[in-house]
């Protein structure tokens, strides 16, 4: 197994630094996506019907991102079905993240999830096993045509590139790519295997991560410190367990102090500070 795949994960627990705590862009995006992933559900039950629906969340993480996907397909497959007076299928989902990832905390959260939906849905929703599959998704995970529907957010800018040949170079490489719409274009084509249905920009402002309730004019109003306290929290819950494993704990109060205060300065007569994501739909060729 390489290091890798041990010390990427993102911050544990329920902490002030914690992924839990400090993933709302990111909940944010996949509600904006929400659209396109029913669009996508919609055209695969109108080609085959599904008995059995096997979905895949690659990088699903832990806390409450992980069953947002879960929640968003049972609640697009239930209305689909519903409309087009189909029996509910029966789920399959496959939580996938590196071995390092909290997967027990998720498996926690399973009985209250499971009673919210039973209240929401009723009898009217089919049975819905989750698993978790842990490794890289830059290996082989599941067998050969599989999988219905395979979702991924916020994951799949992680470089499979080993640290250990980064820590032989004496150089610090964060493992992390975000392409261009355009380079993102290229990549698909060239690689051939999928035809591409939506490739979509969406901006958010980088403070979306302070409350999900503050609303873009109390936004405006947020003192310079507040909003870079933020991003910071934001980046030390994604980032920290790389860093740490490799300049150690002892320097990530103070790396963070700095890195907030050069915020600081990179926000100043900065009215929005854009956060922009990719969101892609993609089918697979037969
Ligand atoms: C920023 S989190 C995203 C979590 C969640 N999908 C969300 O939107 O909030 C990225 C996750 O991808 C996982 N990840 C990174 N590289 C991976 C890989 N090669 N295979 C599986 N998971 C990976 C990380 O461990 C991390 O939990």
Redesign the pocket.
């Known amino acids: 197994m390489d290091r890798q795949q041990v010390v990427?994960?993102?911050n544990h627990g329920m902490g002030d630094n914690s992924?839990a705590h400090n993933?709302i862009i990111?909940?944010k995006v996949?509600r904006e996506a929400k659209g396109i992933v029913e669009e996508s559900m919609m055209r695969l039950y109108t080609i085959i019907p599904i008995h059995c629906f096997k979905v895949a969340?690659?990088?699903?993480?832990s806390g409450p991102?992980?069953l947002q996907l879960v929640s968003n397909v049972i609640d697009i497959v239930h209305t689909t079905t519903c409309n087009l007076n189909l029996k509910p299928p029966i789920f399959q989902f496959f939580l996938?993240?590196?071995f390092?990832?909290d997967f027990n905390s998720i498996f926690k959260s399973l009985p209250q999830f499971s009673e919210i939906i039973e209240e929401k849905k009723g009898h009217k929703c089919g049975a819905c096993f989750i698993n978790a599959t842990p490794?890289?998704?830059?290996k082989s995970l599941f067998p050969n045509n599989f999988l219905h529907f395979v979702h991924s957010?916020?994951?799949l800018h992680?470089l499979?590139q080993n640290l250990i040949e980064a820590i032989k170079l004496e150089c610090f490489d964060l493992p992390l790519y975000d392409p261009t719409i355009e380079e993102a274009k290229e990549v698909i084509e060239d690689e051939g295997s999928f035809t591409l249905q939506r490739l979509e920009s969406v901006i958010l402002d980088w403070s979306t991560n302070i409350k999900e309730a503050v609303d873009d004019d109390n936004n405006n109003k947020l003192d310079l410190n507040t909003k870079a306290e933020f991003t910071t929290k934001f980046i030390r819950a994604?980032l920290e367990p790389l860093l740490k494993a490799k300049f150690g704990e002892e320097i990530m109060d103070e790396l963070f102090v700095r890195y907030k205060n050069k915020i600081v300065q990179l926000i100043m007569g900065v009215k929005i500070l854009e956060f922009p994501t990719l969101i892609i739909s993609l089918i697979k060729k037969v």
Request: hydrophobic share 35%; glycine share 10%; aromatic share 16%.
């Open positions: 990427l994960h993102m992924y993933s990111q909940k996949m969340d690659l990088g699903c993480s991102n992980a996938n993240d590196l390092g990832n490794g890289t998704f830059y957010s916020f994951s992680w499979s994604a």
